[in-house]
């Protein structure tokens, strides 16, 4: 068990550029979320897999946001057109979804600054 | 939003114990509480999960009542290091989303 990871640790970039973050899941784990956090707030839902089924994605989140988990594995998250707004650290985590209530294991996230 | 209310700080010294109690009026019948700890530019860390009355593990205690609309995690003797936020989870109803509050931020003093 290496644990979830995630890249890179740290991203800056110029408001208007795409950026893509990826995460690795703890292998077996078959659900992977994606959470975002600022300052002082819990983490804040975006978007779900099982599998490579993406389940759920927060009402919240602009069309500028995609995830993607081609064969149930990683997982990739991109920002298109980023803005200062979405300046935070995301936060991967995975369970093993055969058992009901498996804990998540979160990764030590990227943190993002759009400048 | 949240389906858990737990207070928004707390402070302790060193050695004592600290009990922080989690709302969930409306967990389901079959639902699981967890809690977390996460320390700044890291990401939450799993420390207790029960379903029922009493959970005990290396580093902390889970009391349930029985009607199970609240929770209490419970930190025995916490030292400087202890300092963090601490959330407790349980999912989004019929499904395995997870919804967190603002959690607890605890602060042990010396």
């Known amino acids: 068990d290496t644990g979830v990871s995630q890249d890179p640790r740290h991203k800056i970039t110029k408001r208007g550029q795409n950026v893509t973050f990826r995460c690795d899941p703890i292998s077996e784990h078959n659900r992977l979320y994606w959470y975002r956090q600022t300052l002082g707030q819990g983490p804040e839902f975006l978007t779900y897999?099982?599998?490579?089924?993406?389940?759920?994605k927060s009402r919240l989140l602009s069309d500028r946001f995609s995830a993607e988990r081609p064969k149930g594995s990683f997982s990739t998250l991109e920002i298109q057109r980023t803005e200062q707004g979405d300046s935070a650290m995301y936060l991967c985590a995975s369970s093993l979804g055969r058992r009901a209530n498996s804990p998540l294991h979160f990764g030590n996230g990227t943190r993002l600054t759009v400048t | 939003l949240a389906k858990t209310t737990q207070p928004i700080s707390m402070d302790s010294y060193e050695g004592q114990e600290v009990n922080i109690t989690c709302s969930h009026n409306n967990i389901a019948t079959n639902d699981y509480i967890t809690w977390y700890q996460q320390f700044p530019s890291q990401g939450p860390r799993f420390i207790i999960q029960g379903y029922k009355t009493k959970v005990t593990n290396e580093v902390a205690s889970l009391f349930i009542p029985a009607d199970r609309k609240s929770s209490t995690l419970s930190l025995p003797r916490v030292s400087l290091s202890d300092t963090a936020v601490y959330y407790c989870?349980?999912?989004?109803?019929?499904?395995?989303?997870?919804?967190f509050g603002t959690g607890t931020r605890l602060k042990v003093l010396a």
């Open positions: 897999f099982q599998n490579e089924a993406q389940l759920e």
């Open positions: 989870l349980v999912p989004t109803s019929g499904t395995y989303k997870y919804i």
